[in-house]
């Protein structure tokens, strides 16, 4: 949610930090500040709103120096004020630190810290000046910065500049994602890789409790004892043009625009479809697990959760193996039961959603195995999981989840696919089929995209709409709640997913000429009984706007996006696509920050 970046080297550090604070931008926030250390000790600005509020102020009043940090915050505890920016001080305001998540005993830590002068009404300050009380006693900036951590309870990721040594951050992690980016004389600090790629592809995430020493010259971990610690490094292969918008007005056109490709990714090297198999490189997970597994349980939030549901009828057609989807939120708790029998899948483009890593910490404490299915290598979903699928979608900058979703949901089918072969509950004939199918999405995506007439139109002529009800079943289910959530999240406008059979239990009550539904209705099992539900809504003189498959038409639909004809399961990755842009269009339409939606954040780090 919130932003870190730390620069130490010989250039002018204020630019990097900048530059790297407005590369993390998509991840959420509503302040900015930074500090630079120079001859006339730690200088610093803030600024509540937008980046660029901060880049005013830095225009008046550059700060020179060469050692710095940076930083976005995402307010919990207070308001989005100039107080409640980071960096926050020590009383000599010679410390200070950047700080993401939340610690949960500030409260009680402030009390204990009789005499320090608190400048803010957040958490992170009572950090500070721990810090500050240590490097007292210690003076070692390591030492001050392990002491003060062993004292904290919550979920954290810091950097600390100190006014006494010129070349050296310090960095340290609990349960929220930071990474050390190595370059040539010069190392970094950041909350993700995203920040670094204008530098440096060599990135080095720390663990859980790790804490860093990172000066000019090099990094040096160490655990949580303080023992020094070897970490992996891993390369980084997104360009840096992936986080610019490439000509586009906003990242989520980009992004949307992108999914021929990035569903092709996917598929590449994976798909043998003359022998019916699908292959996945260091999937990690041994056959015999796949085997003898009594139920596959699905973690996700959000927009991954769609993919498990999608995930989940896949599943249950082709691998014949129960198959439960939970909110990651719900499932943290522990009372679902996970065991040996039972293999975690766990869904998150980022790796780092905090509900999601509970989750799937407490089906690995109760034995489960867990297969994560992710966008971001090194992630703590990544190195936790005891196998993975990497998706290939790339970085997305937009909060909105559009390229992921695909390459999400065409993993968990190529999973499900590779399941009911290895069970053998999918014969070779029809994975085939299927596999061959699967390697014609990309020109049809491609072909979804090009034709935007009458989403434009649909998205001009309910601009002002009353409300939004999505309707699918089985397999577009998912893209009935993908559909809305994409509209709700970007146009504020109210927008709901529903089960079409369920329309009539409830919420048909809601329908009239004021409603606008869109009904997720492609050639397949369930078509006749979604026409059924649709004249239901056609007889309130509820709007409808049909997804349909070419040259199936339903005459009923006011509007209609047509999707080319594909296998059933590989629909939502077609059908996904016009709402997408709907969603987009009225957005912009509605004069919206499509980017970065109010009060949302890309990656949820906190519970
Ligand atoms: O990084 P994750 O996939 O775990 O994120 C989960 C949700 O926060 C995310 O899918 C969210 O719903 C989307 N950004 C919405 O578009």
Not at 108 to 137: C, M, N, P, Q, W
Not at 214 to 220: E, L, N, P, W
Not at 448 to 459: K, M, N, P, S, Y
Request: glycine share 8%.
């Amino acid at each position: 949610m919130c932003g870190i970046v730390g620069y130490v080297g010989p250039r002018a550090a204020l630019p990097v930090l900048v530059e790297g604070l407005r590369r993390l931008e998509y991840r959420g926030y509503d302040s900015a500040g930074v500090v630079v250390l120079n001859g006339h000790g730690l200088e610093s600005e803030k600024s509540p709103g937008k980046l660029q509020n901060l880049e005013e102020r830095l225009k008046k009043r550059p700060l020179d120096g060469t050692i710095g940090l940076g930083h976005t915050r995402w307010a919990t505890h207070g308001g989005a004020t100039e107080p409640n920016a980071h960096p926050h001080f020590s009383c000599d305001r010679r410390i200070a630190l950047v700080h993401n998540g939340i610690v949960e005993n500030f409260a009680e830590l402030k009390r204990g810290l009789r005499g320090h002068r608190f400048a803010s009404e957040t958490d992170t300050e009572v950090a500070a000046h721990l810090i500050e009380r240590f490097y007292a006693s210690e003076r070692d900036p390591v030492r001050a910065v392990h002491r003060a951590v062993g004292l904290l309870r919550g979920h954290f990721a810091f950097a600390v500049i100190f006014a006494d040594h010129p070349d050296l951050l310090v960095a340290a992690r609990l349960n929220c994602p930071l990474v050390l980016g190595l370059g040539e004389e010069e190392n970094f600090i950041a909350s993700d890789i995203a920040a670094l790629l204008p530098y440096t592809r060599r990135a080095l995430p720390l663990d859980e409790g790790d804490i860093a020493r990172v000066d000019r010259a090099g990094v040096r971990v160490f655990d949580r004892m303080l023992v020094p610690a070897r970490r992996p490094v891993i390369e980084v292969t997104w360009g840096a043009e992936s986080a610019a918008k490439g000509g586009h007005a906003h990242y989520m056109l980009k992004e949307i625009l992108q999914q021929s490709e990035t569903v092709a990714a996917e598929l590449s090297g994976r798909v043998d479809a003359e022998r019916g198999d699908v292959r996945f490189e260091r999937f990690g997970i041994p056959k015999a697990a796949l085997r003898s597994a009594r139920r596959i349980a699905i973690a996700a939030c959000g927009t991954a959760w769609h993919a498990g549901l999608v995930a989940k009828c896949a599943i249950e057609e082709l691998a014949k193996v129960p198959a439960d989807v939970g909110f990651s939120s719900e499932l943290r708790y522990g009372d679902t039961p996970f065991d040996r029998d039972t293999l975690t899948v766990a869904i998150s483009q980022s790796g780092e959603t905090s509900d999601t890593l509970a989750a799937v910490r407490a089906a690995r404490e109760a034995g489960s195995r867990v297969l994560a299915i992710t966008n971001i290598r090194g992630s703590t979903l990544a190195r936790e999981a005891d196998g993975v699928l990497f998706m290939r979608a790339g970085l997305e900058v937009c909060v909105a989840a559009t390229k992921t979703y695909t390459s999400q949901v065409m993993n968990a089918l190529l999973f499900a696919i590779h399941l009911g072969r290895v069970r053998g509950a999918l014969s070779r004939a029809r994975a085939r089929q299927i596999l061959r199918d699967a390697l014609a999405l990309p020109p049809k995506v491609q072909e979804v995209l090009g034709d935007d007439c009458a989403v434009l139109r649909c998205a001009k002529r309910f601009l002002r709409g009353y409300d939004y009800m999505y309707i699918g079943r089985r397999y577009n289910l998912p893209t009935a709640y993908e559909g809305a959530l994409k509209m709700k999240e970007i146009s504020y406008l109210h927008a709901e997913g529903y089960g079409a059979g369920e329309m009539k239990h409830g919420p048909l009550a809601l329908v009239d000429r004021r409603m606008t539904v869109v009904a997720i209705a492609p050639q397949g099992r369930v078509l006749e009984k979604m026409v059924s539900n649709m004249q239901e809504i056609h007889a309130r003189k509820g709007h409808l706007v049909a997804v349909t498959t070419r040259g199936h038409p339903i005459a009923i639909a006011e509007e209609t996006f047509e999707i080319p004809p594909c296998e059933e399961m590989f629909s939502p990755l077609l059908a996904v696509v016009p709402l997408q842009l709907l969603a987009y269009h009225t957005a912009v339409g509605l004069g919206r920050d499509v980017d970065q939606p109010r009060n949302l954040a890309k990656s949820v780090t906190v519970e």
